[in-house]
Structure formats: C-alpha cells, structure tokens
C-alpha cells in the first residue's frame, strides 16, 4: 500500500510540473529550429568558402588542337606538382552545355597565372579565357521542383594502386599495333551529349589534390596489405605465429606466383610515380525528367570503357540494417544524393577519394581524338594570342 501511494504521488507532482512549466516547451523547439537553421547556413557558407578559393578558366580549343597528341596535357598535370597547392586543390571539368562540349580548370587564385603560362607552353593554339562559375545558376541544394538531377561519386572497385585503361591504350595515339587498342571512352561521352536537351547541364569533374606524407605511408600499406593477403596472412597475424602451430607443425606463408608479383610490381610502380589525391564525380542537371534514366546507363557504360587492371564503380550509401531497414535506406540514399550535388556545385573534395596518376587523369581529362565524332565545341577556332610573359625555351 505504501508503495502505491508512492507511486500516486510521482504522478501528481510530474502532472503538477507539466501545468506550471509547459511554457518550457516553446524555447526547446525554438533552440532545435534555430540549431536546424544555423547548421544550414554554416553549411551554405562552409560551401561558398570552398568555392571562394579557386578561379575558373575555359580552355577555348580549335580543330588544330585535336591534332596534338594527348601526352601535352599530362605534361601539363605533371608539372602542377610544382605549384603551391597543399592546401587547395584544382578541379578539371568536362562540360556540356547549351549541346556544346566545353573543357573548364578550377585553379586557386594565386596559381591561376603560372597554370596558364603551363598550358600556353603546350597548347599555343588555346585560348585561356577567364571564366564566371557555370554551376551559380543552380539551387544550393539538390532537391528542387525546377530541377532534376542525377549524380555519383566514383571509386575504384580494386586497390588505389592498380591503373583502369589510360590512353596510351587508344587509338590514334601513334602506335603501330592497332588490333591492341581501343577506342577513346570520349566516343561513348559525346553520343551522351547529343542527346541531352539545349537547357541540360552535364559535368564531369576530377578534382585533384597533393598528397602528403600519411597518403605515401597509407600507398605502403596497401602494397604490405595486398601482399599478405596473396600470402594467406590476414590482418597482420603471421601464419608462422605459435597461434597457428599450437597443434601442429610450423607453417609458412604461402609462395608469391608469378602474377602475384607481376601485381605487385605494377603496384610498386605506380606508387613510385607522380601520384594525386582525386576525387572523381559527374552530374547532370535538367528541367526534364525524361533523359535522367537514360544518362544513368550511358555513364554507366562510358565507365566500364576504362576497365583495364583496375575499373571505376559508383560509391554506393552505406547498407542500413536491423529497425526500420527500408525507411534508413530511404534517408541514407538521399543523404548521399545531396552530399554529391553539393560537392559538385562546390567543387568540394571528399573522403571518397582515389589515388590517381597524371597518366590516368588526363585519361578523363582531354581534348577529343580525332577519330571521335562529337558535338560542337564553345568558341572559334581562331589561335590563341600566348601571355606577354611566357617563357621562351631555345
């Protein structure tokens, strides 16, 4: 009974506390819309700063510059290790709008003149005109009744140090064994752009950083990682270990075949090369809905043309499991959707990064071969006039 009685009581004083606090209740939902409306505009502001940091150039090409060999843009990324960019990074886009197929460089304000001295040096027949933000029409974020928009990030499906198809494999690259070689992937990109509508938008961004001195310890590792798992040593316990050999004879690692160290030879050495930090994405924005499915699988299948050693795959939202699976899912998915659109319009690197070569970037990043019928291409095809200051070399 003394217990009841208890219990009665509680209730009595928390109904009593209800009555004569309740008016509580109005700054607690007012300091959660408020925390709502400051984490949106941090996040707004966050973005612009991003944004605030790189100028853009559009590279203005001619028929002639079709003719020069794709080895002068990677000359030109190999030489970017050069300028002073730890803690910014270059975005190179490929664009299509208004049906016409465009090349843009997002380059940090203080690099922006040496980057066009390095492209003049190789590409006298450009222009380098400087350019406002393609992407500042658009809504600040991805879900709008004006707009629709499909978009992934993309990831290596094997280790960071495996190559996917670079163009030294595609045709008309001055090789003389033809029956090895393929077609430039740029081929599959422009049947995509002839079909998009004049008001689309369609962009293919590789933003590239530096990388430091934890990214080369982090490319040792995998290398010591694949190696143990070719040997059958899982996590770093050794199968010589007294755990394994409690009850039998000493076992060893196994033997490395002949194409596990062909692998890893071809691991070495493209951690020994030039090597960035890359984030890889596109996004395709439209007032129709029509085309959206119908890009999706044209991608999908420019992608796939780079399989080689290694292949490109989509960064997929984390698997939600257990309570409410489906409904997670539901928000995981959309999470991912709005963190590309924002990266996208921002120019914004990510943690879902590759580590790429100069050889493999300008592979997705380079003027058309002639062998590739595309669309129109933005501006004349008059010769680039070179900055006043270019160096000359004898």
């Known amino acids: ?107 940090p304000k203080e690099n922006k003149k040496s980057l066009e001295i390095l492209i003049y040096s190789q590409y006298p027949q450009l222009r380098v005109v400087n350019e406002d933000n393609y992407l500042s029409t658009l809504p600040p974020m991805a879900f709008s009744k004006h707009i629709n928009f499909v978009g992934k990030q993309m990831k290596f499906k094997k280790n960071n140090l495996m190559s996917i198809l670079t163009y030294k494999d595609f045709k008309d690259v001055g090789k003389d064994d033809k029956k090895s070689l393929v077609k430039d992937p740029y081929s599959i990109l422009m049947e995509l752009f002839s079909r998009i509508n004049y008001e689309d938008i369609f962009c293919l961004h590789i933003i590239i950083q530096n990388i430091n001195k934890k990214d ?124 590309t659109y924002l990266n996208i319009l921002n120019r914004k690197a990510s943690k879902n990064y590759v580590y790429m070569s100069s050889e493999e970037i300008v592979s997705l990043f380079h003027f058309p071969l002639q062998n590739v019928d595309f669309v129109s291409f933005w501006g004349q095809t008059s010769r680039g006039i070179p900055p006043s200051d270019l160096p000359i070399f004898k």
Request: proline share 3%.
């Open 1 to 107: 009974m003394h217990k009841f009685m208890n219990f009665d009581l509680f209730i009595q004083i928390l109904k009593g506390s209800i009555y004569e606090l309740w008016w509580l209740i109005f700054p607690i939902v007012f300091f959660v819309f408020f925390a709502f409306i400051l984490n949106y505009y941090r996040e707004l502001r966050s973005a612009d700063s991003e944004l605030a940091g790189l100028d853009f150039v559009e590279l203005v090409f001619s028929e002639k510059v079709l003719q020069r060999p794709i080895k002068l843009m990677e000359n030109i990324i190999d030489d970017l290790v050069n300028l002073d960019f730890k803690k910014s990074r270059i975005s190179f886009e490929v664009v299509c709008t208004n049906n016409h197929l465009r090349f843009f460089i997002g380059v």
């Open 216 to 339: 080369k310890e982090d490319l040792k590792q995998e290398i010591e990682d694949e190696k143990n798992k070719m040997q059958g040593i899982v996590k770093g316990i050794d199968p010589t270990s007294w755990f394994f050999n409690l009850f039998g004879s000493k076992s060893e690692p196994k033997e490395l075949s002949d194409k596990d160290k062909e692998t890893l030879e071809i691991m070495k050495s493209k951690a020994g090369s030039r090597l960035f930090k890359t984030n890889l994405s596109y996004g395709y924005f439209s007032p129709f809905e029509e085309n959206v499915e119908l890009v999706g699988g044209i991608l999908k299948i420019f992608f796939n043309n780079y399989e080689n050693k290694n292949a490109l795959e989509e960064v997929k939202p984390r698997e939600a499991k257990g309570l409410l699976a489906k409904k997670r899912q539901e928000i995981l998915d959309k999470d991912l959707v709005k963190e």
